[in-house]
């Protein structure tokens, strides 16, 4: 099955560069692309994306530095800034609230709703990179560093943070990780 050997190609990836098979505005289309055929309940279209190149990427990573103190080891900064872009996800809140006013007897699975899309956004944008040859590791710094990020790239103020995708040329294999017994994880009845 091809979509389940696109599936094991997206993995954690530390190791990365600014050197990707993809130029910035061929990412920018990979990303719109899968951001606009993932779904989401009530086609609400609360998953938004910024993509941060060059030294605004590494812009983003001394910013982390900054809100932290420096309490985040050097090298992780350096590691994370080594890549070619990051992109930051968010839901959109008045999108949320928007719907949860159309669809009051929905309202209160709206939130939930926006989070299992952002989710498939990550994975789907993720996974996409990764049959492009483009590594990524997902970092979740929010919401510490909310406030800094929305003053610093302009972001708009009902985007909620959600995660930080370092993407980049990738440098080495990640080795192998341990998976639990899939008859603990998925269960069968009647089959």
């Given at each position: 099955?091809?979509?389940?050997d696109?599936?094991?190609?997206?993995?954690?990836?530390?190791?990365?560069?600014?050197?990707?098979?993809?130029?910035?505005?061929e990412?920018?289309?990979?990303?719109?692309?899968?951001?606009?055929?993932?779904?989401?309940?009530?086609?609400?279209?609360?998953q938004?994306?910024v993509?941060?190149?060059?030294?605004?990427?590494?812009?983003?990573?001394?910013?982390?530095?900054?809100?932290?103190?420096?309490?985040?080891?050097?090298?992780?900064?350096?590691?994370?800034?080594?890549?070619?872009?990051?992109?930051?996800?968010?839901?959109?809140?008045?999108?949320?609230?928007?719907?949860?006013?159309?669809?009051?007897?929905?309202?209160?699975?709206?939130?939930?709703?926006?989070?299992?899309?952002?989710?498939?956004?990550?994975?789907?944008?993720?996974?996409?990179?990764?049959?492009?040859?483009?590594?990524?590791?997902?970092?979740?710094?929010?919401?510490?560093?909310?406030?800094?990020?929305?003053?610093?790239?302009?972001?708009?103020?009902?985007?909620t943070?959600?995660?930080?995708?370092?993407?980049?040329?990738?440098?080495?294999?990640?080795?192998?990780?341990?998976?639990?017994?899939?008859?603990?994880?998925?269960?069968?009845?009647?089959?």
């Amino acid at each position: 099955m091809a979509l389940l050997d696109q599936l094991k190609k997206r993995r954690t990836r530390y190791d990365l560069n600014d050197n990707t098979p993809l130029g910035g505005e061929e990412i920018t289309t990979l990303v719109r692309d899968v951001l606009r055929e993932v779904p989401d309940a009530f086609n609400m279209q609360s998953q938004r994306a910024v993509i941060l190149y060059g030294d605004e990427h590494r812009k983003l990573w001394a910013t982390v530095d900054e809100v932290f103190e420096g309490k985040i080891p050097a090298d992780k900064i350096a590691m994370f800034s080594a890549g070619a872009a990051s992109i930051l996800f968010f839901t959109d809140e008045e999108t949320i609230k928007g719907m949860q006013e159309q669809v009051p007897d929905y309202a209160h699975n709206f939130p939930g709703w926006a989070r299992e899309s952002i989710g498939m956004a990550q994975y789907a944008v993720w996974t996409a990179l990764a049959e492009a040859g483009i590594g990524a590791s997902i970092q979740h710094y929010n919401p510490v560093i909310d406030n800094a990020v929305h003053e610093a790239f302009d972001i708009p103020a009902e985007w909620t943070l959600v995660s930080q995708m370092v993407i980049g040329g990738i440098g080495s294999e990640p080795g192998p990780i341990d998976k639990l017994d899939m008859n603990k994880r998925v269960l069968t009845r009647g089959a």
